[in-house]
């Protein structure tokens, strides 16, 4: 599919060959006013003595041509366009463009040649058709990936129904490709003009409009796909308001059964006191340590629950007798479209951990629900860490959900804390 991120305006033969007599009227009308001959006994204006009667029309005529460079997408001319041969004319007589806007145009602003990029100084442009060139095959790409991801997982990738009605107030994804292209072009245009108003000179703020718009696949590794989608939203008129929605896919959600997060209780034989097992995991996404529950992607062919046990033993070193099923969860319904199970996972025995090569877990922590719930109102806490007391975050929203799920189905006790408030409140 060719997604076109600009109005298309045709640069026709007529206009390669007024362009290319222009220019060369230009040429030789300067290299005259150089040498002081006048070519015509008539004057254009009292300012310019020297200039032939139809320069303003020439002049005129070049702005005409160099506006039409400007509103289109230079990489999508067709066969029949002259656009490439408008662009070798432009930069055969780059110097002569500057020379007559610096002797000229000085003197009488009505005969100024406008430039192409950036209206300030005249530059080259076959650079521009080439980087247009490599962002349509972007497009293209990322499209392509897009479609064949839909096509594989519409399950999981597409929505219906109410779901994906935006005059039902839902957020709309778009797949029909002329619709798609329409929302890519709106975008663009606002972006475009956006970054211009924003002091990006024209060139930079057409790549980066064209590179904010496109919608598809606009990256993807071994764990994450990141996607662009075309949306309509409800907006504030009947059409609604087009636009685009990033959001990012977990991998193993597409081709596995996706992740799976244990809250780990531990139970004292003699007291019965209850303990959560937490790991002190460096984490890279937000630049320190932090304290949470155990979690992971699932295996080829494991079940959640099976993934769960797997990564307690390997994160915690802790066996599982029973596993109960807490609720699906998503870390942020904004831009992931993760959601995961957390299971509450009784813990029988403990081993050694067994992490993987690319994990950085420094050691695993037992702490009762009083200690956690101080933990979360003071945002931390306190570990030695090499003998020196270190305030360890804790702000695992998982580990939070978990605990208040295994406390409303009664499979941990309420904190003293909740309780106490809970009677001060009845008082």
């Given at each position: 599919?060719?997604?076109?991120?600009?109005?298309?305006?045709?640069?026709?033969?007529?206009?390669?060959?007024?362009?290319?007599?222009?220019?060369?009227?230009?040429?030789?009308?300067?290299?005259?006013?150089?040498?002081?001959?006048?070519?015509?006994?008539?004057?254009?204006?009292?300012?310019?003595?020297?200039?032939?009667?139809?320069?303003?029309?020439?002049?005129?005529?070049?702005?005409?041509?160099?506006?039409?460079?400007?509103?289109?997408?230079?990489?999508?001319?067709?066969?029949?366009?002259?656009?490439?041969?408008?662009?070798?004319?432009?930069?055969?007589?780059?110097?002569?463009?500057?020379?007559?806007?610096?002797?000229?145009?000085?003197?009488?602003?009505?005969?100024?040649?406008?430039?192409?990029?950036?209206?300030?100084?005249?530059?080259?442009?076959?650079?521009?058709?080439?980087?247009?060139?490599?962002?349509?095959?972007?497009?293209?790409?990322?499209?392509?990936?897009?479609?064949?991801?839909?096509?594989?997982?519409?399950?999981?990738?597409?929505?219906?129904?109410?779901?994906?009605?935006?005059t039902k107030g839902a957020c709309q994804i778009v797949y029909d490709p002329q619709e798609i292209n329409k929302v890519r072009n709106e975008v663009y245009l606002r972006l475009y003009e956006k970054y211009k108003a924003g002091g990006f000179p024209q060139g930079e703020a057409y790549e980066k409009a064209v590179s904010d718009s496109r919608i598809g696949v606009v990256y993807r590794d071994q764990y994450w796909t990141w996607i662009r989608d075309a949306v309509i939203s409800p907006g504030n008129t009947p059409e609604g308001h087009r636009h685009t929605y990033n959001r990012l896919v977990w991998n193993c959600d597409l081709d596995r059964a996706g992740g799976a997060i244990v809250l780990p209780v531990i139970e004292d034989p003699q007291t019965g006191e209850k303990k959560i097992v937490l790991v002190l995991n460096s984490r890279h996404g937000t630049n320190g340590f932090q304290l949470e529950i155990p979690r992971g992607a699932s295996g080829k062919g494991e079940t959640p629950e099976q993934a769960g046990v797997r990564e307690l033993k390997e994160e915690a070193g802790c066996v599982a007798s029973k596993v109960t099923n807490l609720g699906l969860f998503t870390p942020d319904?904004?831009?992931?479209?993760?959601?995961?199970?957390?299971?509450?996972?009784?813990?029988?025995?403990?081993?050694?951990?067994?992490?993987?090569?690319?994990?950085?877990?420094?050691?695993?922590?037992?702490?009762?629900?009083?200690?956690?719930?101080?933990?979360?109102?003071?945002?931390?806490?306190?570990?030695?860490?090499?003998?020196?007391?270190?305030?360890?975050?804790?702000?695992?929203?998982?580990?939070?959900?978990?605990?208040w799920r295994a406390v409303m189905e009664g499979l941990l006790p309420m904190p003293e804390r909740q309780i106490n408030a809970a009677a001060a409140a009845v008082d």
């Amino acid at each position: 599919m060719h997604i076109q991120p600009a109005p298309y305006v045709e640069i026709t033969q007529l206009d390669f060959a007024l362009y290319f007599d222009n220019m060369t009227e230009i040429d030789s009308t300067l290299k005259n006013y150089n040498e002081g001959v006048s070519p015509s006994s008539d004057a254009a204006s009292p300012s310019s003595p020297q200039l032939p009667p139809r320069i303003l029309s020439i002049i005129e005529e070049i702005n005409r041509i160099h506006d039409k460079l400007k509103k289109r997408d230079l990489a999508s001319y067709v066969s029949t366009d002259s656009g490439p041969h408008v662009a070798k004319v432009h930069n055969t007589y780059l110097e002569i463009m500057r020379s007559w806007n610096q002797k000229i145009s000085k003197k009488d602003r009505k005969l100024m040649i406008v430039d192409v990029l950036n209206n300030s100084d005249f530059a080259y442009i076959d650079v521009f058709f080439s980087s247009k060139t490599s962002e349509r095959l972007a497009d293209n790409k990322a499209f392509e990936e897009y479609q064949k991801l839909l096509k594989k997982f519409p399950e999981k990738l597409k929505r219906h129904g109410v779901a994906n009605d935006y005059t039902k107030g839902a957020c709309q994804i778009v797949y029909d490709p002329q619709e798609i292209n329409k929302v890519r072009n709106e975008v663009y245009l606002r972006l475009y003009e956006k970054y211009k108003a924003g002091g990006f000179p024209q060139g930079e703020a057409y790549e980066k409009a064209v590179s904010d718009s496109r919608i598809g696949v606009v990256y993807r590794d071994q764990y994450w796909t990141w996607i662009r989608d075309a949306v309509i939203s409800p907006g504030n008129t009947p059409e609604g308001h087009r636009h685009t929605y990033n959001r990012l896919v977990w991998n193993c959600d597409l081709d596995r059964a996706g992740g799976a997060i244990v809250l780990p209780v531990i139970e004292d034989p003699q007291t019965g006191e209850k303990k959560i097992v937490l790991v002190l995991n460096s984490r890279h996404g937000t630049n320190g340590f932090q304290l949470e529950i155990p979690r992971g992607a699932s295996g080829k062919g494991e079940t959640p629950e099976q993934a769960g046990v797997r990564e307690l033993k390997e994160e915690a070193g802790c066996v599982a007798s029973k596993v109960t099923n807490l609720g699906l969860f998503t870390p942020d319904s904004g831009a992931l479209a993760t959601v995961v199970p957390v299971f509450l996972a009784k813990v029988e025995s403990k081993t050694a951990p067994e992490c993987n090569e690319s994990e950085a877990i420094l050691g695993t922590y037992s702490f009762t629900l009083e200690e956690i719930d101080k933990g979360f109102s003071q945002g931390g806490i306190m570990i030695n860490i090499d003998g020196v007391p270190t305030k360890i975050p804790l702000q695992d929203t998982f580990l939070a959900a978990g605990i208040w799920r295994a406390v409303m189905e009664g499979l941990l006790p309420m904190p003293e804390r909740q309780i106490n408030a809970a009677a001060a409140a009845v008082d």
